[in-house]
């Protein structure tokens, strides 16, 4: 029964991911070098990749920010109930219980050129939806709950004892935050930056909502593959879903090194 279950758990492993992770390198070089080098270097997948890269500098940097900002709050403030926490909790892991496109379309509606807010923007020069600014709020979105449920558990593991002892001996909360807090969750914090990078390069329901998919202009690299898997461009949606996945990859070892790294300090 045992071996039996083993192999069960090696062929969904085999089916799930090894498969399709392969039948994507195939695919990418089913022209050859040469069609796999056209692929990657068309006008439309050199403006989506860069698109992705910006994507992902951004959000990070604010996802970092406000993430480790808004777990200090929800461990340490004493200044606030319990029912806010609760509150902000829940807000916090919306993401995880709304579909990526639900979260789009809210974007749409309250930012849309047809909304109020949207059409302000719009007449101060502003364009949210279908353009950077709505791609950048989508996509944190879902990925805001990372950071802070990394970082909240090892804020709750060390306590404050260190921190309150740090502010009696007279420490600014900025030193105090570089110099006892950081050490200990600089890993938290590592692992929720790859969490981040890796759910942005992936990241395509809200995206493509808020996005309009416009060529050229708001297409990321996963609604560019979308796109070519729409059109029967097989060898090309293949060459960037390939580049997509090396990342991703890259981004797990990176996580599997932090560990250690952890482990041995």
Known sequence: MRRLLIGLTYLVFLVLLVAPLAKIFVGSWGDGWSGFTESLTREQSLHALMMTGILVVIVTVLNTVFGVMLAIYLVRAEWMSRRIKGLLNSIVDLPFAVSPVIGGLMIVLVLGPNSAIGAFFEDVGIKVVYALPGMILATLFVTFPLMVREVMPVLQE?????????????????????????????WGVIYGVVLTVA???GEFGAVLVVSGNIMNKTQTATTLVYQDVE?????????????????????????EWAKKRKEVH
């Open 158 to 186: 060390i306590g404050a004892q260190q921190e309150e002892a740090a502010s009696t001996l007279g420490a600014y909360s900025w030193y105090t935050f570089w110099k006892v807090t950081w050490p200990s969750i600089r």
């Open 199 to 201: 759910r942005t390069l």
């Open 231 to 255: 059109n029967f461009n097989v060898t090309e949606a293949s060459s960037v879903a390939l580049v997509l996945a090396a990342f991703s990859v890259g981004l797990l070892l990176l996580m």
